[in-house]
């Protein structure tokens, strides 16, 4: 039976306040959804330890960029190698269709007609602010938004952006990269 669950984070910090270095960023929170359980999640910097034992058992994780962002953010926090998780990333797939990039607000514009209720930014201002419901809706309107994508393009096989001339498909392929199992390590239970 396969459990796959969709994630997002927010940082505390911008690329520029830490010279462009993903492990400095700091989570102020995660976001999931899981398919196990049918339901949307937040975790806090200080609730990790209990999202990697969710994310140990989940059988993909599913992101917009989680390979080059979500992921490397989390490394620091986590005792194994978050790279060794099966992940399903969007954002790889279209860039691998199209040769280029498109951000999450575009593509689910074009593909679900709604658009990201903010910017990355806005998020470290909520944190630094400590306006965390806020925070926490920000994030888990991208949990949704991603989900939705990829909901769509596991059904459909492409998803849509638009150009100069009017509305474009892209063919995706949303199957998870699949992790080697026994270079996972799991949590100890403490």
Known sequence: MTHPIVLDLETQYSFKD?????RKLKVS????????TKCYETYLE???SSLFKKLEHASYLIGFNIRKFDLPVLSPYYVGRTDQFATIDILSEVEKSLGFRISLDSLAFATLGKKKSGHG????????????????KY????????RE?????????????????GKKEIPVQLTSQKKVQSA???SLPF
């Open 121 to 136: 930014f806005l998020a470290i201002n909520y944190f630094q602010k400590g306006e965390m419901e806020k925070l926490k």
């Open 184 to 186: 996972v390590s799991l």
């Open 29 to 36: 929170l995660v976001g999931i959804y899981d398919y196990g």
């Open 46 to 48: 200080n609730e990790l």
């Open 18 to 22: 830490v010279n462009n270095d993903h």
């Open 149 to 165: 994508l990829f909901e769509y393009g596991k059904k459909e096989g492409h998803l849509y952006y638009f150009d100069a001339k």
């Open 139 to 146: 994030c888990l309107d991208d949990v949704r938004i991603t």
